[in-house]
């Protein structure tokens, strides 16, 4: 991130800051620390308006959106299930891209969500599923490991917002490729296009 950008961060957090207070009526003051690497608080969507432009959309060559947040009958096994996730659909291959600078906190290759990543931003944590490659254990710990698209993501490694850390594949339960991003904020599952919303208005 440039200075540039980093001054603008702090100038409209700032601002979301003395809005929300405002709107307190200056009440309730809550002075913990806000880290400059984390995503606006959900519930604060409307003062902290400035910041969602800094978020990267999680996938390239995306085609569409092919199941939503929410209760859904499994396209696997006909059952009903919450669904905790967005899937964006994409052709095999396509890179993923971490939509806030955090840590990786998590690879994992073992479970529904396929060869997967989970990447923590201050209260938030970003899920990403299904991705090509798998995952690998050394004397300095687990790492994904994709070669074909020249990838290796430590657990505990520092990823910034944008950059490349998986690609689409077809690991785990799913009917074709696509990026399965679920978003926790203090342990809940949200609804990621709630996000992409904001992201959207100030990126257009
Ligand atoms: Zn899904």
Redesign the pocket.
Known sequence: MTNVLKFKWYRSILLAFFALLICLGLNNLNLQPTQATNPPNPDSIEVAQTAWRYGSFPVENFQSYT?AFGYRLSPVDGQRQF?N?L?MAAPIGSYVRNWWTGKVIQVSDHTACGTSVIVESGPWQHVYCHLEGHVETGAKGSYLIDRNGGLQIWQGQEVPVGSRIGRVGMTGRTTGPHL?WALKYNGSYIDPALVLKEMFKQQA
Do not use: F, M, Q, V
């Open positions: 199941s669904h996730g899937d399965h």
